[in-house]
Nanobody, 115 residues
Framework: QAQLVESGGALVEPGGSLRLSCTASGLAFGNFDMNWVRQAPGKGLEWVSEISRGGTYIWYHDSVKGRFTISRDNAKNTLYLQMKSLKPEDTAVYYC????????RGQGTQVTVSS
């Protein structure tokens, strides 16, 4: 059974940084493009970033370009999201997912940006 487990969320002040991790098990991680999606309070799921299977191709939502960096380590079955210059509007539960719609995603990790 495929499982995605996110970690690294925290309360951080505006302008701060965080690194999220997602560890996969029960699926051939290296065969999947991987995504980060997020859900802010009272809103729907929003796609954040995608990385291709080998890490060659990367895409970002306009709202996070220049601030977030997605990466992966296929040997460790792990996906990362380095976030810097965080803003209050980045507050959300962050999920890793095998598709941009988040149909297969983990349980999420809470990121709260507040002073």
């Amino acid at each position: 059974q495929a499982q995605l487990v996110e970690s690294g969320g925290a309360l951080v002040e505006p302008g701060g940084s965080l690194r999220l991790s997602c560890t996969a098990s029960g699926l051939a991680f290296g065969n999947f493009d991987m995504n980060w999606v997020r859900q802010a309070p009272g809103k729907g799921l929003e796609w954040v970033s995608e990385i291709s299977r080998g890490g060659t191709y990367i895409w970002y939502h306009d709202s996070v370009k220049g601030r977030f960096t997605i990466s992966r380590d296929n040997a460790k079955n792990t996906l990362y999201l380095q976030m810097k210059s965080l803003k209050p509007e980045d507050t959300a539960v962050y999920y890793c997912a095998t598709d941009r719609n988040g149909r297969r995603r983990g349980q999420g990790t809470q990121v709260t940006v507040s002073s």
